[in-house]
């Protein structure tokens, strides 16, 4: 279990900058809910250290810190890191629950459900990130359309008043979605199983114009 003050120090360094916090955890377990300003750059036997030295080369060379649920992926990932002649501030085994009761700051991405949403749909503005190609079998009624890549220019115009589902396919890419807004201070829901969980469940769809 990790030690409160421990955290707490590891958040004095990060949270001003320039250390960064690098998340081996999988992606799907980042994007629900991850320190602020981490970044996700989870584990991979092959290749881990290169991707990693070239990453931070890119940025300057900050010093940053590893962080991890995992001890033997927290080891293995150090090793494979200081083979690249990197060598992390800090390795900490931690899980976000620990983080959060420590007091200290996350960015979370509850998940939506298909039911929840036809049930409450005027609550929420729903954002379907999918590729135009995919709005052709169509799309939640008003739902509001821009492909994934498209939505860090677009955001600027997003009304912060509002609260937003994000939907793809099958609740992958929108989750990397609604969790990139919830780094930026949007109050945003992950639509689970996405647009085949809403078919599936037989909800209505529009048509639309998509090329």
């Known amino acids: 279990m990790a030690d409160a003050s421990v955290l707490r120090g590891l958040w004095e360094d990060i949270e001003p900058g320039p250390m960064l ?9 980042f994007h629900h809910d991850h320190v602020p300003g981490s ?23 900050p010093p940053f810190a590893l962080v991890s649920d995992n001890q033997i992926v927290l080891d293995a990932a150090r090793q494979a890191l200081q083979a690249s002649g990197l060598t992390p501030a800090a ?24 039911d929840h949403l036809f049930t409450d749909r005027e609550q929420f503005v729903v954002l379907d990130v999918r590729e135009p190609y995919e709005w052709r079998s169509g799309v939640i009624p008003g739902a509001l359309t821009l492909p994934m890549g498209t939505v860090p220019d677009e955001s600027g115009q997003f009304d912060r008043g509002r609260r937003y589902a994000v939907v793809c396919a099958h609740g992958n890419r929108s989750q990397a979605v609604a969790s990139f807004l919830a780094e930026q201070g949007f109050d945003v829901m992950n639509v689970a199983g996405g647009m085949m969980a809403w078919l599936q469940a037989g909800y209505p769809v529009q048509e639309t114009a998509a090329p």
């Open 21 to 29: 916090l690098l998340d081996l955890r999988p992606p799907r377990a």
């Open 91 to 114: 390795a900490i085994v931690m899980r976000m629950a620990e983080w959060t009761e420590a007091g200290l700051p996350s960015v979370r991405v509850p998940d939506l459900s298909v």
């Open 39 to 61: 970044v996700s750059t989870p584990y991979r036997l092959q290749g881990f250290g290169p991707s990693v030295a070239a990453f931070l080369s890119d940025r300057g060379g």
